[in-house]
């Protein structure tokens, strides 16, 4: 079964320190991961992906993404956290083969991310 | 600008009612989705569809509709049969639905609520 999981309902953290929300998956093959950001009663907005390449990817507002097969992770990360990044953020993966999972995304549920001043 | 308009943004329904939840895109996306978001279980694949006349279920279709009738438009009727239908519902579009990499595009979302 394709899954993903977010471990932390909340990341606190305070304006300037790093930031780190996680993720960690468990699907078959070389998925294809994504992270993006929800504002309240709003849609769904893309930050970053990963494909292939470069493990580290970087995306809108100064976020980034490791990417780790070993682990099975793709933690987003930024070195400077914003109060305005405070927002619900979502970790998704694409499973790369035919079948029952074509063409889908698996989202996880979300870790909220409260910046505080 | 191009987008994906969803309308209305809040919706009362009465239990028993049908509605329908208005999804138009002006993107040339020709993969439409509906998903179902509730507090802490993230998002629910409700339906999609790859091309205009075509749609699949999700992992929670029951109780819902859907037609795919335009290619702009994909609505979602949420009917009677539906137990819990009280949630925030987004429609996302993107470009080929068989491509991993291709990026989802959403709507601001329909906030239902069963009174």
């Known amino acids: 079964a394709q899954s993903v999981a977010q471990p932390e309902d909340q990341v606190n953290v305070a304006e300037g320190n790093p930031l780190t929300v996680k993720c960690t998956y468990s699907?078959?093959?070389?998925?294809?991961l994504f992270w993006y950001v929800q504002y309240p009663n709003r849609g769904l907005q893309f930050l970053l992906k990963?494909?292939?390449?470069?493990?580290l990817v970087k995306g809108s507002y100064g976020f980034e993404a490791e990417f780790n097969k070993s682990q099975t992770s793709f933690h987003l990360k930024k070195p400077s956290a914003l109060v305005s990044d405070s927002a619900l953020y979502f970790c998704?993966?694409?499973?790369?083969?035919?079948?029952?999972?074509?063409?889908?995304?698996?989202f996880g549920r979300g870790t909220q991310l409260t910046v505080w001043p | 600008d191009g987008g994906i308009t969803q309308s209305p943004k809040y919706l009362f329904r009465k239990e028993g009612q049908n509605v329908t939840l208005s999804c138009e895109q002006n993107?040339?996306?020709?993969?439409m989705y509906w998903y179902r978001q509730d507090p802490g279980q993230g998002l629910r694949l409700i339906y999609y569809?790859?091309?205009?006349?075509?749609?699949q279920k999700g992992d929670i279709a029951e109780g819902y509709s859907v037609s795919r009738e335009k290619k702009e438009s994909f609505p979602l009727t949420v009917t009677s049969a539906q137990k819990n239908p009280t949630a925030f519902y987004l429609c996302?579009?993107?470009?080929?639905?068989?491509?991993?990499?291709?990026?989802?595009?959403f709507g601001a979302g329909s906030r239902l609520t069963v009174l």
């Open positions: 993107l040339n996306h020709d993969a």
């Open positions: 998704a993966v694409f499973p790369p083969r035919r079948g029952s999972t074509l063409g889908r995304l698996y």
């Open positions: 699907v078959s093959g070389n998925p294809y």
């Open positions: 569809s790859q091309i205009v006349n075509d749609f």
């Open positions: 990963y494909i292939t390449g470069d493990n």
């Open positions: 996302a579009s993107s470009i080929a639905h068989f491509s991993g990499a291709n990026v989802l595009t």
